[in-house]
């Protein structure tokens, strides 16, 4: 080195050669082998406000109870239940060598607001809806329900870790959530009416559940929380690499398909032969392994029957593992048994009392890290 030569340190604490980031999300799919999750929570789960787009799914009484409650607390027998089987699932995945994240508890009873409206909190028990993980991607999703519209700040301490650690973070535009969005004429169409829904085309808005990843394909349906607009929008975000194909259900008050249409490994998909019309599938599913789910077990419990937010077929909202093994509820003895006659490996778990809070083992959690590469199952 000659005497001219400018010689220049590292400053003190700064490696010279930094190690490349390794990014902590990746998932292309619903089954390759589970590595990281994240998991709600039960804490300061608060009763909804009664808006439209949140008691349009469920009976007239129902609806006025709701306003009622609304902003009360969740009764504590409901939480107890349901809390012992959460603690229980979640050290199931950590003896399964999973890594389980969770959000930051917080009080869901405070008001908060926009300029054009104000509403309290709901919950965090299900990440499912509020972020949608494509690849090394995780997109806070721009949900239609007033009360959720900031309940992705209870993730921000795990987004802000997975981001610093080289993950890609995105946020749909934020929705106005105004008058323009709701039909206010809106009522639940009957058996054999064309299918109508809640939500105008005023701006986009979607919930992650109502997507399913299958790789290069996802699969989506309409509800009465995700409309054209919000489909559009990941479509253009996700750009021509990605496929989504939509596929309209006989569910008259849809909302999250993951109790509809469930990929559980390439080439095999489960459906509900109530809400999914099985002749109607898209045609990329041509050859592939159509699993018509059986009927579900019966809920002996009243106040499960009718406390449920996603009714019985939450037989369906599993979890797989990786390709061949797969958690579901031990409830439901024939969607276990029928399970292993198609080939995979039920772990049988308890969540049947976190019904009321939105769902069950899929709703329940967000898979963060698959070990697997982006493939295209469908050609």
Known sequence: MGDGARVTSAPRGVTAAAEPLVPPVGSHNEWDPLEEIVVGRLDGATIPSDHPVGTCNIPPWAARLQGLAAGFKYPRLLIERAQH????????????????????AVGHGRRFGTPDWSSRGFYNTCPRDSMLVIGDEIIETPMAWPCRYFETHSYRTILKDYFRRGARWTAAPKPQLTDELFDSDFRVPEAGEPMRYILTEFEPVFDAADFVRAGRDLFVTRSNVTNRMGIEWLRRHLGPGYRIHEIEGRCRTPMHFDTTFVPLAPGKVLVNPEYSDVDQLPDVLDGRDVLVAPEPNRLDERLLRITSMRGMWLSMNVLMVDEKRVIAERHHTDMLRALETWGFEPIPCDLLHYAPFGGSFHCATLDIRRRGTLESYFG
Do not use: C
């Not at 089987?85 to 930051?104: H, K, Q, S, W, Y």
């Open 85 to 104: 089987e959460l603690d229980a699932f979640v050290a199931l995945l950590g003896a399964l060598g999973i890594t389980v994240r969770r959000p930051d």
